[in-house]
C-alpha cells in the first residue's frame, strides 16, 4: 500500500513508463561509478579537514626553517618558545606569552563558571517549567549562536563605551576595558552553548524519577539536589568544559573589548600568525590544538556516556 | 493536593530560573544591538565617536563607497555555501552508510574534532599550505605543473579555501542529522518502483534531507559573511570582506557611526536569510 501510495505521489505516469531491462542494467554500472566516486569525495573531504593540522604538527617537530621539506625531528622549537625565541627578527617574549596563558586561565574560568550556572538554570527552566513567551525565551538563546561574532563582538563594545560615558557623567567614576568587559561577552555566548547541552540530557532523563521523589515526600529543592542534579551532572560539566574551550579559544568578542592589560592567548598568538610563519609558531600552535582537543574529548565522552547510561 | 502544589511551584520557579539567562541576553546581548542601530544614525564626532544629530550619511556611503566590498562579502559567502554543501552532502552520507557502529561513530568523530580545535591556527595553517614557499607551490613545481610558484597566498582564492575549511563542519553536522533519520527504504521502494540512481536521489532522497541542506547552508553563509579572522589572514587587501571593514572602524582614526551602518547592512542581510530558513523549515514541516 505504500509502494502504491509512493509510486502515484513521486512519479509522473511517464517516468513510469520509463522502465525497462536496460535502464536497470545501465542503473547497476553506474550505481559501481557512483560508489566509487561517492568513496574519492568522502575521503577527499576528509584529506581536507585534516592535512593542515597534520602538516602544522609535522612541521613544528622539523628540523629545518623552511617549511616545504622534511629534514629530521626536533624540539628546537618547543625550547625556543620558553626561551624568548621566535622566528630570526621577530620580537618575542616568554614573560609576555605565559602572562597572556594566565589572563586566559582567568578569563575562561570565570566566564565558565557564570554561563555554566546560568545556562543550567535556564535549560531547567526550559525543559521543565511553563510560562508564557518561552518560545520566545527559546528563540532568544538561539540567537548568539547564529548571529556573526563580530557583530556581538561590535555592539557590546559600543555598549560598554555608551554606559561608560553614563556612568562617568554620573557618577564620575572612570570605568574601562578589562577582565570585566571580556568576561560579560563570553558569557553572553556560552550561556546558549551550554543551555543546548544540558538540555540534550534533560531530555534523555525519565520525568518519573522526579515525581517518584516528589511521591515519596522530597520537597522541591531535595528532589533537584539528590535526583535532578546527579543525573545532568555529565550533562552540566560537558557543557561547562564547551563553554570552557569556546572562551579559551575566543579571539573577536575579545579583540573587540580587550583593554590594557588583559591579552588574551588568542590576542597574543594572532599577532605573532599575521607576521610571519615560523616553526616557533607552528610549536605554539600545537600545543594549542592539542589542549583544546583534550578539553574537547573529555566534554564528548561526558556527553557520549550521558547518552548510553540512560 | 501535594502534586499540584509543587506543580505550580514548578510553573513559577520556571520562570526564575530563565530569569538570569534573560536578563543577562537582555543587557548584553540585544540592548547592544540596540545601541548599534541607533550610533549609525549618528554624526562622527572627534576620535571616531557619535554624536547628535541624526543623519543618514553612513548609509548612503555604505551603499556607495563600499559597495563593492558588500558584494564581494556576499559572493565570497555564497561559494563558500555552495562549496561546502557539494563537499559536505557525500560526506554526511558517507559517515551515515557505514554499517558498524564504532566506524560510523569515528567518522562523525574526524568531523567534528578539527571543528572544536582552535579556530585561528586552524586558519593558519593554510598560510604554511599556500604561501610563496609553501607546502602547495613546492610540490606544484616539482611535479612541474608550474614553473614559477602562484600568488595564492592573500587573495580571494585564498579566503574561499580558508572559509571552507573552517566551515565545512557547519554543513556536515545538520546534514548528517537529517540523513541519520532518513528512512532508507524509500530508496529500496523508489528502486522497486523503477526509479533510477538520479530520480531516486532528485525525487525522494533530497526532498526528505532538505531541513539539514538548508539549517547547513544558514550556518555556513552567515558566519562565512562575517569572517574578519579568515579574510585578515589569508586574503591581504585583495580578499578583504565587510567583517575587515567594520573592525577598522575601531581603531585609531576610525568612524564609530560608520562601523555600525555597516554592522546594521550585514546584520540584514543575516536576519533575511533567518527569516528565509524560519519560512522555508516551517513550510517542510
Redo the contacts between chains.
Keep these: 500500500m ?2 502504491k501510495a ?2 502515484r505521489s ?2 509522473s505516469p511517464r ?2 513508463e ?2 525497462d531491462a536496460g ?2 542494467r ?2 547497476l554500472f ?2 559501481r561509478i ?1 560508489k566509487g566516486g ?2 574519492v ?2 575521503l ?3 584529506f ?6 597534520v ?2 604538527v609535522a ?1 613544528s617537530f622539523n628540523d629545518s626553517r ?4 622534511w629534514r629530521g625531528f626536533t624540539f628546537q622549537w618547543y625550547e625556543n618558545i620558553f626561551n624568548d625565541v621566535v622566528g630570526t627578527e621577530a620580537r618575542f617574549s616568554t614573560d609576555l606569552m605565559l602572562n597572556a596563558v594566565k589572563n586566559s586561565l582567568i578569563v575562561s574560568l570565570a566566564a565558565t563558571l557564570i554561563s555554566t ?3 543550567t ?2 535549560a ?3 525543559a ?4 508564557p513567551g518561552k518560545k520566545y ?1 527559546d528563540g ?2 538561539f ?2 549562536v ?7 563582538g ?6 560598554f ?2 554606559v561608560f560615558q553614563y556612568i562617568e557623567r554620573m557618577t564620575g567614576l572612570n570605568p574601562n576595558f578589562g577582565f570585566s568587559t571580556i568576561i ?2 563570553h ?2 555566548f556560552n ?1 546558549s552553548y551550554v ?1 543546548i547541552v544540558v538540555r540534550a540530557r534533560l531530555a534523555g532523563m525519565n520525568p518519573r524519577l522526579e515525581e517518584a521523589a ?2 515519596l515526600g522530597a ?2 529543592w531535595r528532589t533537584f539536589w539528590h535526583v535532578t542534579f546527579p543525573l545532568i551532572l555529565p550533562g552540566v560539566i560537558a557543557g561547562g568544559l564547551l563553554a570552557f ?1 569556546l572562551s579559551l ?1 575566543d ?2 568578542v575579545t ?2 573589548n580587550a583593554g590594557v592589560g588583559t591579552t588574551t592567548l ?1 590576542i597574543f ?2 599577532g605573532l ?2 607576521t610571519s ?1 615560523t616553526p616557533e ?2 610549536a605554539i ?1 600545537t600545543i ?2 592539542v589542549a ?2 583534550i578539553l ?1 574529548g573529555v566534554s ?1 565522552i561526558l556527553q557520549g556516556r550521558g547518552v548510553s547510561r540512560t | 493536593m ?2 499540584r502544589l ?1 506543580a505550580r ?3 513559577q ?6 530569569l ?3 536578563l ?2 537582555l543587557f ?6 540596540a ?2 542601530l541607533i ?1 549609525s544614525f549618528m554624526t562622527r564626532g572627534t576620535g571616531g ?1 557619535a554624536v547628535l544629530p541624526l543623519t543618514l550619511d553612513h548609509y548612503e556611503r555604505v551603499f556607495t563607497v563600499f559597495d563593492g566590498i558588500f558584494v564581494r562579502s556576499v559572493r565570497i559567502a555564497f561559494i563558500t555555501m555552495v562549496i561546502c554543501l557539494l ?2 552532502y ?2 554526511a ?3 551515515r552508510t557505514r554499517r558498524n557502529a564504532w566506524v560510523r561513530n569515528m567518522a562523525l ?6 571543528f ?14 599556500l ?1 610563496r ?3 602547495l ?2 610540490m606544484l613545481v616539482s611535479a612541474g605543473v608550474i614553473q614559477e610558484p602562484l600568488q595564492l597566498l592573500n587573495t580571494e582564492f585564498a579566503v574561499l579555501v580558508g572559509l571552507t ?1 573552517g566551515f ?2 557547519f554543513m556536515v553536522l545538520p546534514i548528517y542529522a537529517s540523513v541519520e533519520r532518513f528512512d532508507f527504504r ?1 530508496v529500496e ?2 528502486r ?6 538520479w ?1 531516486t536521489f532528485w ?2 532522497v533530497l526532498p526528505m534531507t532538505m531541513p539539514g541542506v538548508i539549517a547547513g547552508c ?2 555556513v553563509f ?2 562565512a ?5 579568515t579574510p ?2 589569508l586574503g591581504g587587501t585583495r580578499g578583504l570582506m565587510i ?1 575587515n571593514l ?2 577598522g572602524q ?1 581603531r585609531g582614526t576610525g568612524n ?1 557611526p560608520l ?2 551602518a555597516l ?1 546594521v547592512v ?2 540584514s542581510v ?1 536576519m533575511l536569510s ?1 527569516i528565509f530558513y524560519i519560512r522555508f523549515s516551517n513550510r517542510e514541516r
Design positions: 505504500a509502494n509512493l509510486s513521486i512519479f517516468e513510469r520509463q522502465i535502464q536497470l545501465r542503473g553506474w550505481q557512483g561517492f568513496f569525495s568522502a577527499t573531504g576528509y581536507f579537514l585534516w592535512a593542515p593540522i602538516l602544522l612541521f623552511a617549511v616545504n621539506e550556572v546560568i545556562g538554570m535556564v531547567l527552566s526550559l521543565r517549567g511553563r510560562f525565551l532568544l538563546l540567537l548568539p547564529v548571529i556573526p561574532e563580530i557583530t556581538q561590535v555592539s557590546l563594545a559600543m555598549f563605551v555608551v560579560i561577552g558569557v553572553a550561556i543551555a516528589n511521591d520537597d522541591g574551550t579559544d579571539y573577536v579583540f573587540f588568542p598568538v594572532y600568525l599575521k610563519v609558531i607552528n600552535s594549542m590544538l583544546s582537543t574537547i564528548l | 501535594q502534586a509543587t511551584n514548578g510553573r520557579n520556571g520562570f526564575l530560573l530563565a538570569p539567562a534573560l543577562w541576553l548584553f546581548f540585544i540592548l547592544p544591538l545601541i548599534v550610533v565617536s563537499a559536505g557525500p560526506l552520507f558517507f559517515i568523530f574526524m568531523v567534528i574534532l578539527p572544536w580545535t582552535n579556530f585561528l591556527v586552524r586558519t593558519y595553517a593554510w598560510r604554511i599550505l604561501g614557499e609553501g607546502t607551490n613546492e575549511y565545512l563542519p524509500f521502494a523508489a522497486d518502483l523503477g526509479a533510477n540512481d530520480h525525487r525522494v544558514i550556518l552567515i558566519p559573511i562575517g569572517a574578519f579572522v585578515d589572514l567583517g567594520i573592525q575601531f564609530m562601523g555600525a554592522s550585514m546584520m543575516v533567518l
